[in-house]
């Protein structure tokens, strides 16, 4: 097992969902544990975090080799593709020009785009408008009419090639009917950024979004002269021995405003703290205060009532009942997402350059350990060197491990893996000498847990329901 190393920020910060101000040091402990120990036992070539706190970036760390053959570790300015995360700076530059008066929301995309001839298969459909594409309820396809989701080459198409198949698509659905997420539409609407700024697509981008926030490792391409170095290399979902495989390298071409940039999780992070301060702000930084407020709400529910979204912002309801807003990215080779909550002001970035991951399980993993009950010492009670009992015990053949640390003036036991750290999580009160007991939810104390040393006086093994798991080397 690696020796774990953790980078944490002791800002002022609110979280909403804990009494504390601060990531604790315990707490970063356990979540570098718990991300370090997932890394393993997912495989993953390399995970970079970062959770924000509105300005500021409270924790961040990497794990793992962005270069699984030239050992190149991962760090957390490595750059990834973040795919569908494209969308909202694409969304952001539309509404930008709603609302210098350009472009209006309902204005149909045949208008903006002269040659727009895909098939209209329902003579009583709404129109495809700027609005139904950013909610993804305009019945267009999926995709653009090529395979570029197929390896190992991705053949992504260019501009003139997408614009001229239109002819041979045609819609779903009736527009305004039901939720299909669609990659040609968020496409479409970078055509639009285009033709109504008339400025090309990259450097619209460039000029309007990413140097006024001082993004200065995203683009709107993958920097095919950082691959393998600071651009992270993809690699391939598991396969059945446990091994991943090296994934071609890629741009997206025509349709980088729906899936072709990259970036990093600082990058990214700045990206969620200028959402937070924008907010709260009177002032127009690229956007108006109101318009993201606009574009963070529910702009379309699905019949089912299970989806909803925003103005190219996914939006929904949290765990705790508040609303969150962000997207996904996924590409091959790369799976990404940033969640943000707009009233707690916390975001949460995960980038993975492997292919079949749930990246969104790790953050919501983090946000689980933050949960729980901030570490506290009590003045009053005296209590050993709780760093002795500190490690990894061996819970084979029933479990994997168990990672014992410091909670304040108690222990916590994480068994490890787990997809839900903080139920996975357990705290001991110590009794005397080097005998603890398991504190319940109800606060009332548990079992006994003993912990055993050798002839040196090294802690070595705990007894738990008169049975040993042993200490780990480390």
Not at 98 to 114: A, F, M, N, S
Not at 211 to 238: F, M, N, V, W
Not at 317 to 337: A, F, L, M, Q
Not at 356 to 385: F, H, M, V, W
């Amino acid at each position: 097992m690696k020796k774990i190393s953790f980078i944490v920020c002791l800002f002022l910060a609110n979280f909403g969902f804990s009494q504390s101000d601060e990531i604790h040091e315990d707490v970063a402990r356990i979540i570098d544990v718990w991300l370090d120990a997932q890394r393993d036992y997912d495989k993953l070539p390399a995970i970079s975090v970062a959770v924000v706190k509105d300005q500021d970036i409270l924790w961040k760390n990497a794990y793992g080799e962005s270069n699984m053959e030239a050992g190149v570790a991962a760090e957390t300015t490595t750059i990834c593709s973040i795919c569908s995360i494209s969308k909202l700076f694409t969304s952001v530059a539309i509404m930008k020009l709603v609302e210098e008066g350009k472009l209006r929301l309902d204005d149909k995309i045949e208008d903006l785009l002269p040659w727009f001839d895909l098939k209209q298969q329902f003579d009583d459909s709404w129109p495809v408008t700027v609005r139904s594409v950013m909610t993804h309820s305009s019945g267009l396809p999926r995709e653009a009419n090529f395979p570029y989701w197929t390896g190992p080459d991705f053949p992504f198409p260019a501009k003139k090639d997408i614009d001229s198949n239109l002819k041979n698509q045609e819609t779903l659905y009736p527009s305004s009917t039901y939720f299909q997420y669609s990659n040609l539409g968020l496409t479409l609407l970078g055509e639009i950024v285009e033709e109504v700024s008339g400025m090309p697509y990259d450097e619209y981008i460039q000029k309007n979004i990413l140097e006024p926030l001082r993004l200065d490792d995203t683009r709107t391409e993958l920097p095919e002269d950082l691959y393998g170095k600071q651009l992270a290399i993809g690699y391939s979902p598991q396969y059945r021995d446990g091994s991943r495989k090296k994934v071609q390298f890629f741009q997206a071409n025509g349709i980088k405003p729906a899936a072709g940039f990259s970036s990093n999780v600082e990058d990214l992070a700045r990206f969620a703290s200028w959402q937070f301060r924008l907010l709260d702000s009177s002032q127009t930084e690229i956007l108006q205060s109101s318009t993201l407020k606009y574009m963070q709400n529910v702009h379309w529910t699905d019949p089912d009532f299970e989806t909803t979204w925003g103005l190219g912002f996914a939006v929904y309801k949290g765990p705790d009942g508040s609303k969150w807003v962000g997207h996904g990215g996924s590409c091959p080779g790369y799976r990404t997402v940033l969640q943000l909550n707009p009233k707690s002001k916390i975001a949460y970035v995960v980038m993975i350059n492997a292919g079949g991951e749930n990246p969104a399980k790790y953050a919501n993993g983090i946000r689980s350990i933050l949960a729980q009950k901030k570490p506290e010492k009590d003045s009053l009670k005296t209590a050993p060197n709780l760093s002795d009992y500190t490690g990894y015990y061996d819970l084979k053949p029933w479990y994997n491990e168990m990672y014992i640390g410091v909670w304040g003036d108690k222990l916590v036991t994480l068994d490890l893996p787990t997809g839900n750290p903080g139920e996975g999580m357990d705290y001991l009160q110590h009794v005397e000498g080097d005998t603890f007991r398991r504190i319940r939810d109800n606060q009332e104390l548990g079992e006994t847990v003993v912990f055993e040393r050798d002839e040196n006086g090294k802690v070595y093994r705990l007894m738990h329901h008169n049975n040993y798991s042993k200490k780990m080397e480390q």
